[in-house]
């Protein structure tokens, strides 16, 4: 049984950085590849970034540029570098692997919150 245990979500103002983690666990033997997702009420899930077993990476639209994948020699650890983060990317992150002969895994998924806060009052008076 294979598991996937990802970590690295938060909340982060507008343009900030956050790298996401995901680790495969149990009996592996390959994965045709590792890929993250992104969901969120009412939405489809929606392809973040991915990376095959030969190294050939996509990422969606709305994160290339702004977004890095890559994972480790093994090919057990996946991280997502995400710069310039903005509220649109918002989300719920799941790990995805794949093997050749088409089992698929899902991490339980990671909450990502891009958001400046509700602000605090400051008050100066003489």
């Known amino acids: 049984q294979v598991q996937l245990i990802e970590s690295g979500g938060g909340l982060v103002q507008p343009g900030g950085s956050l790298r996401l983690s995901c680790t495969a666990s149990?009996?592996?033997?390959?994965?045709?590849?590792m890929a993250w997702y992104r969901q969120r009420p009412g939405r489809q899930r929606e392809l973040v970034a991915m990376?095959?077993?030969?190294?050939?990476?996509n990422y969606g639209d709305s994160v290339e540029g702004r977004f890095t994948i890559s994972r480790d020699n093994a090919k057990t650890t996946v991280w997502l570098q995400m710069n310039n983060l903005q509220p649109d990317d918002t989300d719920v992150y799941y790990c995805?692997?794949?093997?050749?002969?088409?089992?698929?895994?899902w991490g339980q998924g990671t909450q990502v919150t891009v958001s400046w806060g509700q602000g605090t009052q400051v008050t100066v008076s003489s």
């Open positions: 149990g009996t592996i033997f390959s994965f045709s590849y």
């Open positions: 995805s692997a794949a093997t050749p002969w088409g089992e698929a895994y």
């Open positions: 990376i095959s077993s030969r190294g050939n990476i």
